[in-house]
């Protein structure tokens, strides 16, 4: 019943009707990792996926707004186009330059870089992919540690999946204060589990390189920073805040010869950031900030808090954002008096 519904509304869709129904909005699509293959980096999206939604979008001739463009729409005032889109990807592993770049190159659209400077400068890679990393090599089925606050965490792969134990330590670690959260990896969690700290950045978690960054930028994409380190935000103290902000900055300026304006925050959700992040963008100088809810960009929002909703796994979910499906969805929860009972919920 449910596919019979969104497969009637992408029809219905290609009309352009829902996009005339919700104007002023912006779908910003958020990309992770891609890949040449189906196999490799788990949770990764493959080149010819991507490729589909790309020629999807070419073939109904969507705009793909470059960043420029929309710091234009938000800043200036110009209108944000019924039919456009844009897309983002971050961290600055080595496929977003090797396969996601490429993919976009065949289509000239631009693509937007948020980079983790202290990944790109191969001093760290993210603490997130660590835990994952930790715990896929981890020796020992069962094992008690001390999280970063203090706490007693108990996991056992007897009880729960290694995908189940990934996803709960990451949630719990993202309660944590952070500060030294790098340290705590490696102190704690390695010995625990009784994996060897890698000595370098393993394979699948390689970084591009700054020249990568700079070709990108030659070829009209957008290179922004996403901290020096990947931490939440909301975790940190102010000096630990303004370190990882103005850090990243710095370093994307030195590189790259330009001061950056478009920011985006580490894990993204409203409790990973606050006033005090943004205050600290606003005096560097940042004048547009992503974060991770999923939603659209609307014309005359606040631009510090712009939202992206993730790359969906499939083309039907996919539609319905570009389509503009989903804002029509939205508005009419808002007016309770239509029949909303009829619609399918995300
Ligand atoms: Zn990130």
Redesign the pocket.
């Known amino acids: 019943m449910k596919t019979a519904i969104i497969k009637l509304a992408n029809l219905v869709g290609e009309t352009g009707l829902f996009q005339f129904l919700t104007p002023g909005r912006l779908p910003v699509f958020m990309l992770h990792r891609v890949t040449d293959t189906d196999e490799g980096v788990a949770g990764a999206m493959s080149a010819d996926t991507l490729r589909r939604y790309l020629a999807y979008l070419a073939r109904r001739r969507y705009q793909v707004i470059s960043m420029d463009q929309l710091q234009r729409m938000l800043c200036d005032g110009n209108s944000i186009p019924l039919r456009s889109v844009m897309f983002t990807i ?2 600055g592993f080595r496929d977003h330059f090797d396969v996601a770049a490429r993919v976009f190159d065949e289509f000239g659209y631009p693509l937007n870089f ?1 980079v ?1 400077t202290g990944l790109l400068d191969r001093r760290l890679w ?1 603490w997130d992919d660590q835990i994952s990393y930790a715990l896929t090599e981890a020796r020992q089925q069962q094992s008690e540690i001390l999280l970063p606050g203090g706490e007693r965490y108990r996991l056992d792969f007897s009880v729960q999946s290694l995908r189940e134990i990934t996803r709960d330590l990451r949630n719990t670690l993202k309660r944590q204060n952070q500060g030294h959260i790098y340290d705590w990896l490696r102190n704690e969690l390695y010995p625990k589990l009784a994996v060897s700290y890698p000595g370098e950045i393993p394979e699948d978690y390689r970084p591009m390189t700054w020249d990568d960054a700079r070709d990108l930028r030659a070829r009209g994409h957008g290179v922004y920073p ?1 901290t020096y380190s ?1 931490r939440i935000l909301s975790t940190l103290s102010p000096v630990e805040k303004e370190a990882e902000i103005r850090q990243s900055l710095e370093r994307v300026t030195t590189e790259l010869d330009y001061h950056p304006e478009v920011f ?1 925050y ?3 959700r409203r409790i990973d950031y606050d006033k005090t992040d943004i205050e600290i963008l606003k005096s560097a100088g940042i004048r547009l900030a992503f974060n991770t809810v999923p939603d659209y960009v609307r014309a005359g929002q606040t631009p510090f808090e712009l939202a992206r909703f993730s790359l969906p796994d499939s083309m039907a979910d996919f539609l319905q954002i570009v389509n503009r499906f989903e804002a029509l969805k939205e508005k009419l929860h808002r007016q309770p008096e239509l029949p909303v009972s009829l619609l399918p919920t995300r």
């Open positions: 971050d961290d948020f983790i993210p996403h990947h985006a580490p894990t993204g």
